[in-house]
């Protein structure tokens, strides 16, 4: 299977950016996703004025795919459940001590969870200069998640930095049904909150997460509160897309979690600001 990302044009361009289908089984701290696999989807066109780019080289290497799409890299080793408030340290539990998570280290590698970078540029011919471009989630015929009954949904995020800015991070499931187990240092951590580390020490930080819906456009077509990014025109951007099992999700620790298939499918769509 191919891990595949579309683009396409229109005053609301759109780009597919990935399919990714997930099963996983029950493993140490929580739950572990045994295998991602990718599938080909395709993406949906507006108007000409606005074009969303893709490539898979950054720099003076960028070149927009003219078969619009790019091959995202293959996820060779399981996803394991891990804790992140920024997207650039995440932290594991190696073993726990009767049922619960109490020593976390930093991840050596990118080992535990899914992360690829592809590159993004809005152009748009007879804008005035100045034209910014919101992009957010679109939803597609094909629904943002596809799965039988999403149990394994309510423990993922889905996570993006644009150009290394301040990350934003997508709850994927408004269920929160679990409890968590992680207790940092012995003292167990309120609701809502993930792990951050930082000199050292691991911490208990409130989730920066939000709603998938604040971040997509409607069936009918109305943004979200709150979009991924805002984008200059003709400015090339660097998207590192991350996917992982949150640790300290309450559904973290269910076995129909663990057990779970899924399908996630994702898709931006840029709009002209203002």
Request: glycine fraction near 10%.
């Amino acid at each position: 299977m191919k891990k595949k990302l579309l683009t396409l044009w229109g005053l609301c361009a759109a780009a597919i950016l990935t399919a990714l289908v997930l099963t996983s089984a029950t493993f140490a701290w929580f739950t572990a996703n045994r295998q991602v696999g990718t599938d080909r989807v395709s993406a949906r066109a507006g108007s000409n004025a606005l074009e969303l780019q893709i490539g898979r080289m950054g720099g003076g290497s960028f070149q927009p795919e003219t078969d619009n799409e790019v091959i995202l890299k293959n996820q060779t080793s399981p996803l394991m459940p891990v804790s992140t408030a920024d997207l650039k340290t995440f932290v594991y539990n190696p073993m726990t001590l009767d049922g619960f998570a109490e020593e976390f280290l930093p991840t050596e590698d990118e080992s535990l969870y899914y992360h690829d970078t592809i590159y993004l540029r809005a152009k748009a011919d007879g804008m005035p200069q100045g034209t910014k471009v919101t992009l957010f989630l679109d939803n597609t015929d094909t629904p943002i998640v596809e799965t039988v009954d999403g149990e394994l949904l309510t423990a993922a995020r889905l996570g993006m930095t644009f150009n290394g800015a301040s990350p934003v991070i997508i709850t994927l499931s408004s269920v929160n049904e679990g409890s968590s187990n992680p207790r940092p240092g012995g003292i167990a951590i309120g609701p809502g909150q993930v792990l951050s580390y930082s000199n050292g020490r691991v911490t208990a930080v409130n989730d920066p997460a939000i709603a998938l819906a604040d971040a997509q456009i409607t069936a009918g077509g109305t943004p979200g509160q709150k979009p991924l990014a805002t984008l200059e025109l003709n400015q090339l951007y660097a998207v590192d897309v991350y996917f992982y099992l949150e640790g300290c999700d309450p559904d973290c620790v269910s076995e129909k979690v663990g057990l779970d298939k899924a399908a996630l499918n994702l898709a931006f769509y840029g709009l002209i600001a203002g």
